[in-house]
T-cell receptor, first 111, second 117 residues
C-alpha cells in the first residue's frame, strides 16, 4: 500500500509556462514533505521542503503548497525551463529521518 | 561539497551469488540509507543506520543485510541474489538531528544498476 502517491507518471509543459506536479499521501503522521529531482544516471537531489505547520514554501522559481485537510501537496515551477526536465519525486518524512517516496513524475519542458 | 560515492555504476551477477554494494560518504554524516528504485514504485527503503555498528530495517529488508563498520562506509549485502533483486540501488546519507523528525535532507549517490541473471 503506497502511502505517498504521484498519480501522473509524466507531464509535458512548454518553456516559460507553469509546471504543476501533484502528490497525495494517506498517513496523517507525516511531519515534513520534500521534493527531489532526478536526472538520468544521477542520484536524486533535494529541491525544496515544507513543514506540516505551513501551507506554502517558496524558493526562487519553485513553490510547494500543502493542503493538510486534503492530504495533498503540489510543486509549482514558474517559469519552466528545459533544464527542469527530470523525474520529480515527492517524499514524506516520518520519525527516525525515514523517507517514504512517491512513484515519481517525469517532467518534460519543451523549448 | 557533499559527496556520496557508490563503488559500481553497473553490476551483473548470477542467481545465488553473494553480492556486495559499497557506499562511502565524506561529510561525516551519522545517518546512512540504502534504497532501491523501480519504475512506478519510486524509492523504497531497504535498511538504514544511525551510527557505526547500528542498523535498522526499512520497508523492504527481506533478502538483504547491511554492514557499517566505519562511519563513512555502509555496505548492502544480497545474501543469495535472485532475479527479483534486479534494480537500481541508491545510497544516501544525512546529518542526524536529535529531534524525532529531522529536516536534514538526504544526499544521494549516483546509484548502482544491478542485474541478476
Amino acid at each position: 500500500d503506497q502511502q505517498v502517491k504521484q498519480n501522473s507518471p509524466s507531464l509535458s509543459v512548454q518553456e516559460g509556462r507553469i509546471s504543476i506536479l501533484n502528490c497525495d499521501y494517506t498517513n496523517s503522521m507525516f511531519d515534513y514533505f520534500l521534493w527531489y529531482k532526478k536526472y538520468p544516471a544521477e542520484g536524486p537531489t533535494f529541491l525544496i521542503s515544507i513543514s506540516s505547520i505551513k501551507d506554502k514554501n517558496e524558493d526562487g522559481r519553485f513553490t510547494v503548497f500543502l493542503n493538510k485537510s486534503a492530504k495533498h501537496l503540489s510543486l509549482h515551477i514558474v517559469p519552466s525551463q528545459p533544464g527542469d526536465s527530470a523525474v520529480y519525486f515527492c517524499a514524506a518524512l516520518r520519525a527516525g529521518n525515514m523517507l517514504t517516496f512517491g512513484g515519481g513524475t517525469r517532467l518534460m519542458v519543451k523549448p | 561539497d557533499v559527496k556520496v560515492t557508490q563503488s559500481s555504476r553497473y553490476l551483473v551477477k548470477r542467481t545465488g551469488e553473494k553480492v556486495f554494494l559499497e557506499c562511502v560518504q565524506d561529510m561525516d554524516h551519522e545517518n546512512m540509507f540504502w534504497y532501491r528504485q523501480d519504475p512506478g514504485l519510486g524509492l523504497r527503503l531497504i535498511y538504514f543506520s544511525y551510527d557505526v555498528k547500528m542498523k535498522e530495517k526499512g520497508d523492504i529488508p527481506e533478502g538483504y543485510s547491511v554492514s557499517r563498520e566505519k562511519k563513512e562506509r555502509f555496505s548492502l549485502i544480497l545474501e543469495s541474489a535472485s532475479t527479483n533483486q534486479t534494480s537500481m540501488y541508491l545510497c544516501a546519507s544525512s546529518l542526524h538531528d536529535r529531534s524525532p523528525y529531522s529536516n536534514q535532507p538526504q544526499h544521494f549517490g549516483d546509484g548502482t544498476r544491478l542485474s541478476i541473471l
